[in-house]
């Protein structure tokens, strides 16, 4: 797959591989995502804001500089911004691929850390040497104000142009909880979401602390995705509900929701009003309860978004998505193409999907072409 | 009788105005710190902008459950900023009031006499401004629909933006284009359950208009807490349930 490395949350030519329940596969322009619900169905997106997560500053102690990344809070709530999970590196920016970044200085309980016009105090350790607990000191209205004025959005060095707030933002986003974009949810504006309420199709959100996605060290990342809070209100529980007893599938947007809906569901056994701290890691062993089909980025093989496809469909025909994003240069990250995937009727009985034409890898010449077909329209079966 | 069910619907519309959640744009003089005062009143949950820091903390110190943050909504670097702040010291988002407001050339002057920059101004902080904080909000507004509530943007408007009033031009133009935004961003957005609303609170002695007809008598001007009386009355009207109730 090819990085997408230009900050367009809706590229005209984003492109969309579709999994159905008898395991064929299809692409399309995601532009065309509406056409694949149905009268009844329920869509349902992480409405979470991304919060400026990266806060430069200087570890007082060494006076060394460093680069503070909040990665994960204990609640969902707005009010609760004083105390998060954090992971420190040392000097440099997101120009520095993550996994070359150097250490921050050794850090200690009781360490002060100057970050802009914020003050944090390094509370604990989290068994690993950059990730650690911190607290802000100050009001929760002078910690946002520090946050806004100093925090930038957490970035990766396959995006080379300074990232902002506003790259970050979903259409459908409100409460700035997450720490990452719910980057799934920026193929929803909102002439799509008319289109899905046009089409007779339920649309309701959730709010999921998207947490970090890469912290540089193997170790860690084998940690990945960390405890996520989140919250389901009443009112997106009951249309849930009364679609899912209508017949009605349940469409997830990002892999947030999946993780946020199943776990209330393991949780109380049905979905209703609720907060929690999402803390199930979803693969190939999970039994999806409530969620039918996802809308997610384009995932490499080994993160634990693509692991979560895995309890969607089986290995085979994983491999063949993956095969088939490879081939046809899709674009990954999170500005870049998307896959729909519905659950398998039966995961052990699935059909054999059609092989695909394209065996090998294609030059880049007929890649091109490839795009300009799929402006003009027609679905591609492989 | 009467006097009793009239309080009990002050009281229920006191209960209803608890869980509103409202922003005010240029919210420390004029009609905005008017707005910021009778909502805080009537017990809204109120974050006030404005562009500086002094003017914010004395008002903060005066209501202590005011949020006041500092920012310049004529600014596309400040937009994201304020929008983070509202959103994570009130958590959502039910009322966006968009009453920050440029005159223009100061003294007024006629367009063959306004400088380009001075215009500019006008667009960004009379037009630009409301679009980009609408847009930035839009979500958190959306879910208060969602969520069952009636989430409503007030943008400030001005009769200048209906006639022609000589040296008004800059002010004018950019107060149509605000009042013509209104109207369409309220078509497309019925089925988001988003309303958009322009209002003209009439002449007021105002900072602003003091600048703007510095030999105006001012006792035959508008009060601002008059004028925020009446939009909140209309507000209320519109978002709060218990008044289609009482009515």
């Not at chain 1, 699935?350 to 034409?357: G, I, K, Q, S």
């Amino acid at each position: 797959m090819i990085p997408a490395n230009v900050p367009i949350q809706r590229p005209p030519d984003a492109r969309l591989l579709v999994v159905d329940s008898g395991g064929q596969i299809r692409d399309m322009l995601r532009s065309s995502f509406p056409t694949l619900l149905r009268l009844g169905d329920i869509v349902v997106a992480n409405d979470a804001a991304t919060m400026p997560a990266s806060i430069f500053g200087v570890h007082k102690r060494t006076g060394r500089s460093i680069e503070v990344r909040l990665a994960g809070s204990e609640s969902i709530f707005h009010e609760d911004v004083r105390q998060f999970t954090a992971v420190v590196f040392g000097e440099g920016n997101y120009r520095t691929p993550t996994e070359r970044r150097p250490s921050p200085p050794e850090l200690r309980p009781g360490d002060t850390l100057h970050l802009g016009s914020l003050t944090a105090t390094i509370l604990q350790l989290l068994s690993h040497p950059r990730f650690v607990l911190i607290r802000f000191e100050g009001t929760s209205a002078s910690i946002w104000e520090g946050l806004a004025r100093h925090g930038r959005p957490i970035q990766y060095s396959h995006i080379p142009t300074t990232l902002t707030v506003w790259d970050t933002w979903t259409p459908i986003a409100g409460p700035p909880v997450a720490f990452e974009p719910p980057s799934a949810g920026y193929a929803l504006d909102w002439r799509t979401l008319d289109a899905i309420h046009r089409r007779g199709v339920h649309f309701a959100t959730i709010t999921h602390a998207a947490g970090i996605s890469s912290t540089g060290d193997a170790e860690l990342d084998a940690r990945l995705p960390f405890d996520e809070p989140y919250r389901i209100t009443e009112s997106a529980a009951r249309l849930i509900r009364l679609a899912r007893a209508t017949g009605g599938r349940l469409i997830a947007i990002g892999t947030t929701v999946v993780r946020a809906l199943e776990h209330a569901v393991s949780i109380h056994g049905s979905l209703r009003e609720t907060t929690g701290m999402a803390t199930n890691r979803i693969g190939t062993a999970t039994e999806l309860h409530i969620v039918d089909a996802i809308l997610s980025g384009t995932h490499e093989p080994g993160t634990s978004h693509h692991q979560l496809l895995s309890a969607f469909v089986d290995q085979r025909t994983l491999a063949k998505m993956d095969q088939i994003l490879q081939q046809h240069a899709y674009r990954t990250h999170e500005f870049g193409d998307s896959v729909f995937v519905e659950k398998f009727r039966n995961r052990e009985r699935w059909t054999e999907p059609v092989e695909f034409w394209a065996a090998k890898s294609r030059p880049q010449r007929q890649v091109r072409r490839c795009r300009n077909v799929l402006r003009s329209g027609p679905f591609r079966r492989f | 009788m009467a006097n009793g069910s009239e309080e009990m619907s002050k009281r229920q519309e006191l209960t209803a105005w608890n869980s509103i959640r409202v922003a005010v744009t240029g919210g420390t003089s004029g009609l905005g710190l008017a707005l910021v005062r009778v909502l805080l009143d009537r017990g809204a949950r109120v974050a006030f902008i404005a562009r500086n820091r002094d003017n914010v903390e004395r008002l903060m110190r005066e209501r202590m459950h005011a949020r006041g943050i500092i920012g310049d909504v004529s600014q596309k670097g400040d937009i994201y900023s304020i929008a983070i702040q509202i959103l994570g010291e009130l958590g959502g988002l039910d009322i966006l009031i968009n009453n920050a407001s440029s005159l223009g050339p100061v003294p007024l002057a006629p367009l063959a006499d306004t400088n380009c920059e001075d215009f500019e101004l006008a667009l960004q902080t009379n037009v630009l401004g409301p679009f980009r904080l609408t847009k930035a909000l839009l979500g958190a507004l959306a879910a208060s629909a969602r969520e069952g509530g009636r989430p409503l943007v007030v943008n400030v408007t001005s009769d200048a933006a209906i006639n022609a009033y000589p040296n008004w031009g800059a002010y004018g133009a950019s107060k149509a284009a605000l009042h013509h935004m209104s109207e369409i961003w309220n078509a497309e957005l019925k089925s988001q359950g988003v309303q958009v609303i322009s209002w003209d609170p009439g002449d007021m002695d105002t900072p602003s208009h003091a600048v703007a007809v510095p030999d105006a008598d001012s006792t035959a001007l508008k009060r601002p807490t008059d004028a925020a009386r009446e939009l909140v009355s209309k507000i209320a009207n519109l978002i709060l349930p218990v008044r289609e109730a009482t009515q």
